[in-house]
Protein backbone atom coordinates (compact mmCIF):
# COMPACT_ATOMS: atom_id res chain seq x y z
CA UNK A 1 0.00 0.00 0.00
CA UNK A 2 1.30 3.63 -0.87
CA UNK A 3 1.98 5.99 1.45
CA UNK A 4 0.13 9.26 0.67
CA UNK A 5 2.60 12.34 1.89
CA UNK A 6 1.20 14.88 3.97
CA UNK A 7 3.54 17.84 4.10
CA UNK A 8 0.61 19.80 6.32
CA UNK A 9 1.98 17.29 9.05
CA UNK A 10 5.50 18.06 8.43
CA UNK A 11 4.88 21.92 9.81
CA UNK A 12 6.33 22.09 13.34
CA UNK A 13 2.42 23.17 14.86
CA UNK A 14 3.18 23.45 18.08
CA UNK A 15 6.35 25.62 17.93
CA UNK A 16 4.73 27.56 15.33
CA UNK A 17 1.84 28.60 17.87
CA UNK A 18 4.58 28.66 20.97
CA UNK A 19 6.19 31.55 19.23
CA UNK A 20 2.51 33.30 17.88
CA UNK A 21 2.19 32.83 21.72
CA UNK A 22 4.99 34.78 22.69
CA UNK A 23 5.06 37.61 19.83
CA UNK A 24 1.41 38.03 20.59
CA UNK A 25 1.74 38.97 24.20
CA UNK A 26 4.86 41.03 23.25
CA UNK A 27 2.95 42.67 20.79
CA UNK A 28 0.22 43.95 23.07
CA UNK A 29 2.59 44.97 25.43
CA UNK A 30 4.07 46.79 22.94
CA UNK A 31 0.59 48.62 22.40
CA UNK A 32 0.11 49.30 25.90
CA UNK A 33 3.91 50.99 26.13
CA UNK A 34 2.37 52.98 23.20
CA UNK A 35 -0.09 54.18 25.18
CA UNK A 36 -3.38 51.88 24.15
CA UNK A 37 -1.80 52.46 20.58
CA UNK A 38 -0.57 50.19 17.39
CA UNK A 39 1.49 52.32 16.18
CA UNK A 40 4.51 52.90 15.88
CA UNK A 41 5.84 49.96 17.75
CA UNK A 42 3.25 46.96 17.66
CA UNK A 43 1.91 47.05 14.04
CA UNK A 44 5.62 46.90 12.78
CA UNK A 45 6.37 44.11 15.43
CA UNK A 46 3.34 42.35 13.95
CA UNK A 47 4.51 42.47 10.06
CA UNK A 48 8.12 41.50 11.15
CA UNK A 49 7.24 38.23 12.91
CA UNK A 50 5.16 37.11 10.16
CA UNK A 51 7.81 37.68 7.48
CA UNK A 52 10.44 36.10 10.04
CA UNK A 53 8.05 33.33 10.14
CA UNK A 54 7.69 32.54 6.18
CA UNK A 55 11.55 32.85 6.49
CA UNK A 56 11.82 30.33 9.13
CA UNK A 57 9.49 27.87 7.39
CA UNK A 58 11.33 27.93 4.36
CA UNK A 59 14.76 27.54 6.20
CA UNK A 60 13.08 24.17 7.79
CA UNK A 61 12.53 23.01 3.93
CA UNK A 62 16.11 23.24 3.51
CA UNK A 63 18.03 20.22 3.76
CA UNK A 64 20.45 19.86 6.59
CA UNK A 65 23.30 19.35 4.47
CA UNK A 66 22.94 22.64 2.59
CA UNK A 67 23.80 24.60 6.00
CA UNK A 68 26.69 21.84 6.51
CA UNK A 69 28.23 22.77 2.95
CA UNK A 70 27.99 26.46 3.39
CA UNK A 71 28.83 27.03 7.26
CA UNK A 72 32.53 28.28 6.51
CA UNK A 73 31.39 29.90 3.19
CA UNK A 74 28.82 31.98 5.15
CA UNK A 75 31.04 32.41 7.81
CA UNK A 76 33.90 33.77 5.66
CA UNK A 77 30.79 35.99 3.73
CA UNK A 78 29.94 37.71 7.01
CA UNK A 79 33.47 38.28 8.34
CA UNK A 80 34.30 39.95 5.30
CA UNK A 81 30.92 41.96 5.88
CA UNK A 82 32.15 42.91 9.54
CA UNK A 83 35.62 44.24 7.83
CA UNK A 84 33.46 46.40 5.33
CA UNK A 85 31.66 47.85 9.26
CA UNK A 86 34.99 49.26 10.06
CA UNK A 87 36.06 50.45 6.80
CA UNK A 88 32.78 51.89 5.36
CA UNK A 89 30.47 51.87 8.24
CA UNK A 90 27.74 53.67 9.45
CA UNK A 91 28.13 55.68 12.53
CA UNK A 92 25.23 55.90 15.30
CA UNK A 93 24.99 56.81 18.45
CA UNK A 94 28.74 56.39 18.59
CA UNK A 95 28.72 53.21 17.79
CA UNK A 96 29.96 52.04 14.28
CA UNK A 97 27.90 48.77 13.04
CA UNK A 98 25.69 49.06 9.76
CA UNK A 99 26.78 48.48 6.09
CA UNK A 100 23.95 51.22 4.15
CA UNK A 101 22.00 49.23 1.76
CA UNK A 102 20.38 51.94 0.28
CA UNK A 103 16.77 50.24 1.41
CA UNK A 104 17.96 48.96 4.30
CA UNK A 105 20.79 48.79 6.87
CA UNK A 106 22.56 45.65 7.78
CA UNK A 107 23.90 44.40 10.75
CA UNK A 108 26.17 42.02 9.80
CA UNK A 109 27.38 41.03 13.33
CA UNK A 110 23.44 40.06 14.25
CA UNK A 111 24.00 37.26 11.41
CA UNK A 112 27.15 36.32 13.04
CA UNK A 113 25.21 34.95 15.98
CA UNK A 114 23.87 32.06 14.44
CA UNK A 115 26.47 31.29 11.92
CA UNK A 116 29.55 31.25 14.43
CA UNK A 117 27.46 27.90 15.91
CA UNK A 118 27.41 26.62 12.43
CA UNK A 119 30.93 27.01 11.72
CA UNK A 120 32.22 25.44 14.91
CA UNK A 121 30.11 22.71 14.92
CA UNK A 122 31.05 21.76 11.32
CA UNK A 123 35.15 22.47 12.33
CA UNK A 124 34.37 19.42 15.36
CA UNK A 125 31.65 17.64 12.51
CA UNK A 126 34.54 16.98 10.72
CA UNK A 127 37.60 16.61 13.67
CA UNK A 128 38.21 12.75 14.29
CA UNK A 129 37.14 11.58 17.54
CA UNK A 130 40.36 10.72 18.74
CA UNK A 131 42.04 14.52 18.20
CA UNK A 132 39.27 15.80 20.32
CA UNK A 133 41.56 15.98 23.15
CA UNK A 134 44.49 17.64 21.11
CA UNK A 135 45.86 20.98 20.59
CA UNK A 136 44.72 21.10 17.40
CA UNK A 137 41.03 20.52 18.34
CA UNK A 138 41.70 23.58 20.56
CA UNK A 139 43.46 27.17 18.29
CA UNK A 140 41.21 26.13 14.99
CA UNK A 141 37.71 27.22 17.09
CA UNK A 142 39.37 29.89 19.37
CA UNK A 143 40.46 31.66 15.61
CA UNK A 144 37.18 31.27 14.16
CA UNK A 145 35.59 32.66 17.22
CA UNK A 146 38.41 35.12 18.06
CA UNK A 147 38.67 36.92 14.56
CA UNK A 148 34.28 38.05 14.95
CA UNK A 149 34.81 38.72 18.20
CA UNK A 150 37.25 41.24 17.67
CA UNK A 151 35.72 43.34 15.01
CA UNK A 152 32.31 43.47 16.72
CA UNK A 153 34.32 44.73 20.28
CA UNK A 154 35.72 47.52 18.49
CA UNK A 155 32.48 48.99 17.05
CA UNK A 156 32.07 48.50 19.96
CA UNK A 157 29.50 46.63 20.68
CA UNK A 158 30.03 44.60 24.07
CA UNK A 159 26.84 42.74 23.83
CA UNK A 160 26.79 41.24 20.62
CA UNK A 161 30.64 40.97 20.50
CA UNK A 162 29.84 38.56 24.11
CA UNK A 163 26.74 36.67 22.34
CA UNK A 164 29.08 35.73 19.81
CA UNK A 165 31.93 34.36 21.88
CA UNK A 166 29.53 32.71 24.44
CA UNK A 167 27.68 31.01 21.04
CA UNK A 168 30.81 29.51 20.27
CA UNK A 169 32.45 28.19 23.51
CA UNK A 170 29.30 26.83 24.03
CA UNK A 171 29.70 24.19 20.49
CA UNK A 172 33.02 23.98 22.03
CA UNK A 173 31.92 22.96 25.04
CA UNK A 174 29.35 20.44 24.08
CA UNK A 175 31.96 18.79 21.32
CA UNK A 176 34.27 17.03 24.50
CA UNK A 177 36.58 19.22 24.98
CA UNK A 178 37.94 18.63 28.80
CA UNK A 179 36.14 20.40 31.27
CA UNK A 180 39.84 21.20 33.29
CA UNK A 181 40.28 23.52 29.86
CA UNK A 182 37.23 26.23 30.38
CA UNK A 183 37.43 25.86 34.35
CA UNK A 184 41.51 27.02 33.76
CA UNK A 185 40.46 29.70 31.02
CA UNK A 186 37.88 31.13 33.66
CA UNK A 187 40.48 31.77 36.54
CA UNK A 188 42.58 33.25 34.06
CA UNK A 189 39.97 35.54 32.97
CA UNK A 190 38.52 35.78 36.40
CA UNK A 191 42.35 37.48 36.96
CA UNK A 192 42.57 39.74 33.93
CA UNK A 193 39.42 41.35 34.49
CA UNK A 194 41.20 44.18 36.11
CA UNK A 195 43.29 44.78 32.87
CA UNK A 196 40.37 44.08 30.71
CA UNK A 197 38.25 47.11 32.26
CA UNK A 198 41.06 49.03 31.74
CA UNK A 199 40.40 49.47 28.05
CA UNK A 200 36.83 48.96 27.81
CA UNK A 201 34.95 52.90 27.03
CA UNK A 202 34.02 55.20 29.41
CA UNK A 203 30.45 54.20 29.14
CA UNK A 204 31.01 50.60 29.14
CA UNK A 205 33.06 51.24 32.69
CA UNK A 206 30.38 53.14 34.18
CA UNK A 207 27.52 50.42 32.86
CA UNK A 208 30.01 47.74 35.07
CA UNK A 209 30.27 50.17 38.64
CA UNK A 210 26.80 51.19 37.97
CA UNK A 211 25.87 47.53 37.93
CA UNK A 212 27.85 46.83 41.26
CA UNK A 213 26.12 49.95 43.05
CA UNK A 214 23.25 51.37 41.35
CA UNK A 215 21.94 53.86 44.19
CA UNK A 216 25.49 55.40 43.58
CA UNK A 217 24.04 57.16 41.04
CA UNK A 218 20.12 57.13 40.65
CA UNK A 219 19.54 59.93 38.39
CA UNK A 220 22.18 59.26 36.49
CA UNK A 221 24.00 56.30 35.09
CA UNK A 222 21.78 54.02 37.77
CA UNK A 223 18.46 55.78 36.05
CA UNK A 224 17.71 53.01 34.31
CA UNK A 225 18.20 49.70 36.26
CA UNK A 226 16.45 52.11 39.79
CA UNK A 227 13.38 52.85 37.44
CA UNK A 228 12.95 49.16 35.96
CA UNK A 229 13.02 47.52 39.43
CA UNK A 230 10.60 49.89 40.60
CA UNK A 231 8.12 49.11 36.86
CA UNK A 232 9.01 44.88 38.41
CA UNK A 233 8.20 45.53 41.93
CA UNK A 234 5.23 47.74 41.64
CA UNK A 235 3.59 45.21 39.27
CA UNK A 236 3.49 42.50 42.48
CA UNK A 237 1.56 39.48 41.96
CA UNK A 238 -1.01 40.01 39.19
CA UNK A 239 0.20 43.88 37.81
CA UNK A 240 -1.14 46.94 37.67
CA UNK A 241 -3.91 45.53 34.61
CA UNK A 242 -3.48 45.99 31.17
CA UNK A 243 -2.81 49.67 29.70
CA UNK A 244 -2.80 50.59 33.68
CA UNK A 245 0.82 51.48 33.51
CA UNK A 246 2.68 54.30 35.02
CA UNK A 247 6.49 53.80 34.81
CA UNK A 248 6.55 53.68 31.42
CA UNK A 249 3.11 55.53 30.09
CA UNK A 250 4.27 58.61 32.15
CA UNK A 251 8.19 58.20 31.03
CA UNK A 252 9.74 57.20 34.28
CA UNK A 253 11.41 54.15 32.14
CA UNK A 254 13.90 54.36 29.92
CA UNK A 255 13.40 52.13 26.33
CA UNK A 256 10.21 50.55 28.40
CA UNK A 257 9.76 48.60 24.20
CA UNK A 258 13.14 47.86 23.68
CA UNK A 259 15.96 46.74 26.27
CA UNK A 260 13.61 47.09 29.54
CA UNK A 261 10.46 45.57 27.46
CA UNK A 262 9.93 43.00 30.42
CA UNK A 263 9.87 45.66 33.00
CA UNK A 264 7.01 47.63 31.00
CA UNK A 265 5.48 43.88 31.01
CA UNK A 266 5.69 42.81 34.29
CA UNK A 267 4.19 46.37 36.06
CA UNK A 268 0.56 45.53 34.00
CA UNK A 269 1.05 42.07 33.96
CA UNK A 270 3.11 41.51 37.47
CA UNK A 271 4.81 38.18 38.60
CA UNK A 272 2.26 35.89 36.77
CA UNK A 273 3.07 37.47 33.36
CA UNK A 274 6.37 37.28 33.95
CA UNK A 275 6.43 33.43 35.35
CA UNK A 276 3.85 32.43 32.07
CA UNK A 277 6.44 34.45 29.93
CA UNK A 278 9.05 32.52 30.92
CA UNK A 279 7.98 29.50 30.83
CA UNK A 280 7.05 29.65 26.86
CA UNK A 281 10.84 30.18 26.80
CA UNK A 282 11.65 27.18 28.32
CA UNK A 283 9.02 25.32 26.46
CA UNK A 284 11.42 26.65 23.51
CA UNK A 285 14.42 25.75 24.92
CA UNK A 286 12.94 22.19 25.88
CA UNK A 287 12.14 21.60 22.49
CA UNK A 288 15.65 22.71 20.28
CA UNK A 289 17.37 20.55 23.31
CA UNK A 290 15.24 17.75 22.78
CA UNK A 291 16.05 18.17 19.14
CA UNK A 292 19.29 18.18 19.05
CA UNK A 293 19.41 14.35 21.13
CA UNK A 294 17.50 13.11 18.99
CA UNK A 295 19.61 13.39 16.08
CA UNK A 296 21.96 11.28 15.11
CA UNK A 297 24.26 13.32 13.09
CA UNK A 298 27.34 15.47 15.07
CA UNK A 299 26.76 18.45 13.38
CA UNK A 300 23.10 18.84 13.68
CA UNK A 301 23.88 17.89 16.93
CA UNK A 302 26.39 20.78 18.24
CA UNK A 303 24.36 23.23 15.78
CA UNK A 304 21.01 22.07 17.53
CA UNK A 305 22.32 22.95 20.68
CA UNK A 306 24.33 25.69 20.17
CA UNK A 307 21.67 27.95 18.61
CA UNK A 308 19.19 26.70 21.50
CA UNK A 309 22.31 28.10 23.81
CA UNK A 310 22.22 31.35 21.73
CA UNK A 311 18.66 32.00 22.26
CA UNK A 312 18.96 31.22 26.18
CA UNK A 313 21.53 33.87 26.07
CA UNK A 314 19.37 36.15 24.91
CA UNK A 315 16.71 35.48 27.33
CA UNK A 316 19.45 34.89 29.93
CA UNK A 317 21.43 38.33 29.63
CA UNK A 318 18.04 40.14 29.37
CA UNK A 319 16.43 39.11 32.32
CA UNK A 320 19.31 39.70 34.75
CA UNK A 321 19.98 43.31 32.92
CA UNK A 322 16.62 44.45 33.80
CA UNK A 323 16.70 42.70 37.38
CA UNK A 324 19.97 44.12 37.85
CA UNK A 325 21.51 40.92 38.34
CA UNK A 326 23.84 41.89 35.12
CA UNK A 327 25.36 45.43 33.23
CA UNK A 328 23.37 46.60 30.78
CA UNK A 329 24.75 45.33 27.94
CA UNK A 330 22.08 46.08 25.11
CA UNK A 331 20.45 42.39 25.10
CA UNK A 332 16.98 42.85 23.72
CA UNK A 333 14.29 40.11 25.02
CA UNK A 334 13.28 37.79 21.63
CA UNK A 335 9.83 38.54 20.23
CA UNK A 336 8.83 40.85 22.98
CA UNK A 337 11.44 43.99 22.48
CA UNK A 338 10.72 46.35 19.66
CA UNK A 339 13.43 45.40 16.65
CA UNK A 340 14.00 43.56 13.73
CA UNK A 341 17.47 42.50 14.41
CA UNK A 342 17.39 40.30 17.28
CA UNK A 343 14.00 38.76 15.99
CA UNK A 344 15.75 38.05 12.17
CA UNK A 345 18.93 36.36 14.53
CA UNK A 346 16.15 33.91 16.74
CA UNK A 347 14.29 32.98 13.72
CA UNK A 348 17.32 31.81 11.68
CA UNK A 349 18.09 30.17 14.58
CA UNK A 350 14.45 28.73 14.73
CA UNK A 351 14.50 27.81 11.24
CA UNK A 352 17.36 25.91 11.42
CA UNK A 353 16.78 23.72 14.43
CA UNK A 354 13.53 23.22 12.26
CA UNK A 355 15.36 21.79 8.88
CA UNK A 356 17.16 19.81 11.69
CA UNK A 357 14.16 18.09 13.25
CA UNK A 358 12.70 17.54 9.81
CA UNK A 359 16.09 15.88 8.32
CA UNK A 360 15.97 13.52 11.93
CA UNK A 361 12.40 12.24 11.57
CA UNK A 362 12.55 12.31 7.57
CA UNK A 363 15.87 9.58 8.50
CA UNK A 364 13.42 7.78 11.20
CA UNK A 365 10.46 7.42 8.60
CA UNK A 366 11.32 7.87 4.99
CA UNK A 367 8.11 6.40 3.77
CA UNK A 368 6.37 9.11 5.04
CA UNK A 369 7.77 12.28 3.58
CA UNK A 370 7.76 13.54 -0.05
Same mark, same amino acid.
Given at each position: ?????????????? *????????????????????? !???????? #???????????????????????????????? !???????????????????????????????????????????? *??????????????????????????????????????????????? !?????????????????????? !??????????? @?????? #?????????????????????????????????????????????????????????????????? @??????????????????????????????????????????? *??????? *??????????????????????????????????????????? #??? #???
Amino acid at each position: MSIVPQPLTQFPWR *VLLLLLAIATFGTLVLYSAAG !GSIFPWAV #NQGVRFCIFSGMALFLSRVPLEIFNRFAFPAY !GAVLVALVLVELIGGVAGGSQRWINLGFMQLQPSEFMKPIIVLA *VAKFYAMLPVGEIRRWNAIWPALVLIGFPFMLVLVQPDLGTATMIAA !GGVTVMFLAGLPLRLFIGTGLT !GAALVPIAFSF @LHDYQK #NRVLIFMDPESDPLGAGYHISQSKIAIGSGGLWGKGFLQGTQSHLDYLPEGHTDFVFATMAEEWGL @LGGTLLIVAFLLLFRWGIRVSMRTPDKFARLTSAGLTTTIFFY *VAINLMM *VMGLAPVVGIPLPFMSYGGSSMLTVMLCVGIIMSIDRSTKRRA #NPG #NWA
